[in-house]
């Protein structure tokens, strides 16, 4: 015999399924959850965001950030316009991406978010839901491969037609390398952006000294400057590996190396000295180096300036930068005794927009953009490191590989 209904329930109706655990709501959601710091550390994720990435709680949670399970190009969309528009408004809607999947593939979703604040007003956590967007993504392919099917069927118009087909072919390019196109848009945002600093200086100066002095006025302003200032950095960044992905071997010096050290040591010198740096140089055993002096100067500067900021908060730090011959192989090493790295980090230090330490500022550029002018010459970068040890980067630059030629360089301007 069926028991009465409860509550004016119909008859039939077992209450048990009105009476679901809100942790299981949330963990087996039909969309995505997760929540993140503002830096982007993950703290909290569904088990459905889970299954779709195919990662384990553990492997995720304050280990990586949002930017790192989204493409390059989503990566980069998220840090100009999504994190600056969800700390300025306090939420952002229906921004779609691409989720990285742990097997290598991706996955198109639609992304929403809300930012919780102090109760000072400072950003503490972003709550983020995605919803699953593969078969519509799907439908919009299908209909822009019947476009095409039916553009390329129109003799009358071959013409316009083969006009049509060349910008459908520039746009699957496009869309095929995301990040390519985003490094180009971005080059035209430096105007503006430039604009927006100049008034924020502006601004700065005009308003009264007891309203710029007011908490949450100087709270805003500051965020406002951290935003442009980063902006500004990325941008100058990217137009750096644009010019290095288009440019062939630049033009071969003989430098002074302990001259370039001394250079790179003065750019450096309130670092050094903020964190009481002992640097050692050893390179007597070639004191000369053939190499672009731009490039040369870049991959050490970012190898040294890497080292203190990764310093290790319990001993002094120490740095150590090293020349030696093999052959006609130049081999250059800076040996630290920071905070190292684990074999799986180290597996990704050579990424694009990779960061491997949330406490420290930085964009992930750097290492990739070194990596990328050695292995330009012909040379090849390594690390050795230990977890709480230190890291050793080792460069080796073959002689014959430097070309001898004036680089291409196309304009940007």
Request: proline residues 5%; aromatic residues 4%; charged residues 20%.
């Amino acid at each position: 015999m069926n028991a009465e209904p409860e509550d004016g329930a119909p008859a039939g109706h077992d209450l048990r399924l009105t009476q679901q655990n809100a942790e299981e709501l949330y963990e087996q959601a039909p969309c995505g959850y997760c929540s993140c710091l503002p830096d982007g550390t993950l703290v909290k994720l569904n088990q459905t965001l889970l299954d779709w990435l195919g990662y384990t709680r553990e492997e995720l949670v304050a280990r990586q950030g949002l930017q790192q399970l989204l493409t390059m190009g989503g990566a980069l969309h998220f840090e100009l316009h999504g994190m600056p528009l969800l700390l300025l408004q306090g939420y952002v809607r229906e921004l779609s991406y691409e989720l990285r999947r742990k097997n290598g593939t991706t996955q198109a979703v639609l992304l929403n978010a809300t930012l919780l604040r102090d109760t000072d007003g400072s950003p503490l956590v972003a709550r983020l839901t995605m919803f699953d967007i593969t078969a519509r993504r799907q439908y919009e392919l299908e209909l822009l491969q019947a476009k095409q099917l039916a553009d390329s069927q129109r003799e009358q118009l071959a013409q316009a037609n083969a006009a049509l087909l060349e910008n459908n072919k520039l746009l699957t390019r496009t869309n095929a390398d995301l990040d390519t196109f985003i490094y180009t848009a971005s080059h035209d945002l430096r105007a503006p952006i430039t604009n927006i600093d100049g008034l924020l200086t502006l601004l700065h100066r005009q308003l009264p000294p007891e309203v710029r002095q007011a908490t949450a006025i100087a709270h805003i302003l500051g965020l406002m400057k951290t935003s442009v200032d980063r902006f500004m950095g990325t941008i100058h960044q990217l137009t750096d590996i644009i010019r290095l992905q288009k440019s062939q071997a630049p033009h071969a010096e003989t430098i002074d190396l302990a001259a370039l050290l001394d250079d790179i040591c003065l750019d450096l010198t309130p670092q050094l000295r903020a964190a009481a740096v002992q640097l050692t140089v050893e390179v007597s055993q070639c004191p000369e180096v053939a190499f672009a002096p731009k490039h040369l100067r870049s991959i050490l500067y970012n190898l040294v300036s890497n080292s203190i900021k990764y310093r290790h908060p319990d001993r002094p730090p120490a740095v150590v930068v090293r020349c030696r011959r093999h052959g006609t192989t130049t081999i250059l090493e800076v040996e630290d005794n920071g905070l190292g790295m684990s074999a799986a980090q180290q597996g990704k230090l050579f990424g694009l927009f990779q960061r491997l330490h949330y406490h420290v500022q930085g964009s992930g550029v750097g290492l990739y953009m070194v990596k990328r002018i050695v292995e330009n010459a012909g040379g090849t970068i390594t690390v050795q490191s230990q977890p709480n040890v230190g890291a050793t980067f080792t460069v080796a630059l073959p002689a014959q590989a430097v070309s001898s030629e004036e680089p291409a360089l196309q304009p940007l301007e």
